[in-house]
């Protein structure tokens, strides 16, 4: 195995498939990165067995083959290394020869044959699934944040993507908030599968690193998804078992509707967070009454008050919830006008758009003690 290449083109292909480099692994070769020379292109491809990720890149080939090196330590070296033409082969004792201008680097190579195969999935368009791939980075960037981050929880550490009506919908929840994002889509088959919400992040993040130019393609199997973005291709395993019936959860009554500006509700519930500390919920205290959310906290440093204009239709409502909760809706939405709805101090608040209803989201409320 011989070739060449330029340093950037390297790092950034290594920075792509580092993301499925587990250090927490029992099996060393895990820690590793297969490149596979061939056909004048470098497939470079790690995998932690849930996600795996395949880079092509183009590279001046001389001799074809492949070896499986040390991910952190490559990495590091070709990073360190000036920008400029590079090279790379596999010497006869296994070694790997790392050369640019004034330097030269020797370190041990691993038999690829001994890396696990990622697995295939055949690309039949009956199962492939097309995304736009701003549309579809956007709703992992306003659904995911609603996920169980404890992995004892099932499979509310995931995302629930649902074809279905033409629409694709991305589903969260963690028994505290819940997120519903929906956008219009080309569907030609119903189905639902349920993503880590960690792992969509991941893919999110390559979408961007990557700038991809086309758009994003899903292709599902029983148990497996392949998504390919531009030269990249990631596959990951799907989380088993059966989601919640979201829907019946969304409130069907409500006795207090307000229309408030995102930013100053933002702002205010920002500053009320200073003071929410009192028993670790971050608890804030809503007032609503005649046109006016008053929105108060205190612990044992001091109390806060924070005033919003705003227009209400339906009963007053004094009602707490985390600040956090509301605060993590607030940053990922963009419209600057929402829609609250209330209807006891007990039930679930629903926040969504005035007109439409690409998102709704859910979220809790905190017993206020007298």
């Given at each position: 195995?011989?070739?060449?290449?330029?340093?950037?083109?390297?790092?950034?292909?290594?920075?792509?498939?580092?993301?499925?480099?587990?250090?927490?692994?029992?099996?060393?070769?895990?820690?590793?990165?297969?490149?596979?020379?061939?056909?004048?292109?470098?497939?470079?491809?790690?995998?932690?067995?849930?996600?795996?990720?395949?880079?092509?890149?183009?590279?001046?080939?001389?001799?074809?083959?492949?070896?499986?090196?040390?991910?952190?330590?490559?990495?590091?070296?070709?990073?360190?290394l000036?920008?400029?033409?590079?090279?790379?082969?596999?010497?006869?004792?296994?070694?790997?020869?790392?050369?640019?201008?004034?330097?030269?680097?020797?370190?041990v190579?691993?038999?690829?044959?001994?890396?696990?195969?990622?697995?295939?999935?055949?690309?039949?368009?009956?199962d492939?699934?097309?995304?736009?791939?701003?549309?579809?980075?956007?709703?992992?960037?306003?659904?995911?944040?609603?996920?169980s981050?404890?992995?004892?929880?099932?499979?509310?550490?995931?995302v629930?993507?649902?074809?279905?009506?033409?629409?694709?919908?991305?589903?969260?929840?963690?028994?505290?908030?819940?997120?519903?994002?929906?956008?219009?889509?080309?569907?030609?088959?119903?189905?639902?599968?349920?993503?880590?919400?960690?792992?969509?992040?991941?893919?999110?993040?390559?979408?961007?690193?990557?700038?991809?130019?086309?758009?994003i393609?899903?292709?599902?199997?029983?148990?497996?998804?392949?998504i390919?973005?531009?030269?990249?291709?990631?596959?990951?395993?799907?989380?088993?078992?059966?989601?919640?019936?979201?829907?019946?959860?969304?409130?069907?009554?409500?006795?207090?509707i307000?229309?408030?500006?995102?930013?100053n509700?933002?702002?205010?519930?920002?500053?009320?967070?200073?003071?929410?500390?009192?028993?670790?919920?971050?608890?804030?205290?809503?007032?609503?009454?005649?046109?006016?959310?008053?929105?108060?906290?205190?612990?044992?440093?001091?109390?806060?008050?924070?005033?919003?204009?705003?227009?209400?239709?339906?009963?007053?409502?004094?009602?707490?919830?985390?600040?956090?909760?509301?605060?993590?809706?607030?940053?990922?939405?963009?419209?600057?006008?929402?829609?609250?709805?209330?209807?006891?101090?007990?039930?679930?608040?629903?926040?969504?758009?005035?007109?439409?209803?690409?998102?709704?989201?859910?979220?809790?409320?905190?017993?206020?003690?007298?």
């Amino acid at each position: 195995m011989k070739f060449t290449c330029e340093q950037q083109t390297l790092v950034k292909a290594l920075n792509t498939v580092s993301k499925a480099v587990t250090s927490r692994t029992t099996i060393p070769i895990l820690k590793g990165i297969l490149l596979n020379v061939k056909n004048g292109k470098l497939i470079l491809s790690a995998s932690d067995l849930e996600i795996s990720i395949e880079k092509s890149i183009e590279v001046n080939v001389i001799e074809e083959g492949s070896t499986v090196v040390m991910a952190r330590l490559f990495s590091d070296i070709v990073r360190k290394l000036p920008n400029e033409e590079i090279s790379i082969s596999q010497e006869i004792n296994g070694k790997i020869l790392i050369k640019s201008a004034f330097s030269e680097f020797n370190i041990v190579g691993l038999n690829s044959d001994e890396f696990p195969s990622i697995g295939n999935i055949t690309e039949e368009e009956t199962d492939k699934l097309v995304f736009d791939k701003d549309i579809f980075k956007d709703m992992i960037r306003k659904s995911s944040f609603a996920a169980s981050a404890d992995d004892s929880k099932g499979v509310i550490v995931g995302v629930l993507m649902e074809c279905k009506d033409n629409h694709l919908n991305m589903i969260a929840l963690d028994g505290f908030r819940m997120a519903v994002i929906r956008e219009k889509m080309i569907i030609d088959k119903e189905q639902n599968i349920i993503v880590s919400a960690k792992l969509l992040n991941e893919i999110s993040k390559i979408i961007s690193e990557e700038e991809a130019q086309k758009d994003i393609e899903m292709i599902l199997d029983n148990k497996k998804a392949l998504i390919k973005i531009d030269s990249t291709k990631v596959i990951l395993r799907l989380l088993e078992g059966q989601f919640i019936k979201y829907r019946d959860i969304l409130p069907k009554e409500k006795k207090c509707i307000i229309k408030i500006n995102r930013s100053n509700l933002q702002n205010s519930i920002e500053r009320a967070s200073l003071l929410a500390k009192e028993g670790k919920n971050n608890l804030i205290k809503m007032t609503i009454l005649g046109n006016l959310l008053t929105i108060t906290s205190k612990s044992e440093e001091g109390d806060v008050k924070e005033e919003i204009i705003m227009e209400k239709t339906g009963e007053d409502i004094v009602i707490g919830f985390n600040s956090k909760y509301i605060s993590d809706v607030l940053k990922v939405v963009d419209e600057e006008e929402l829609l609250m709805e209330f209807n006891t101090p007990t039930s679930p608040c629903l926040i969504k758009q005035i007109e439409g209803n690409r998102f709704e989201y859910l979220v809790l409320p905190v017993r206020i003690t007298a």
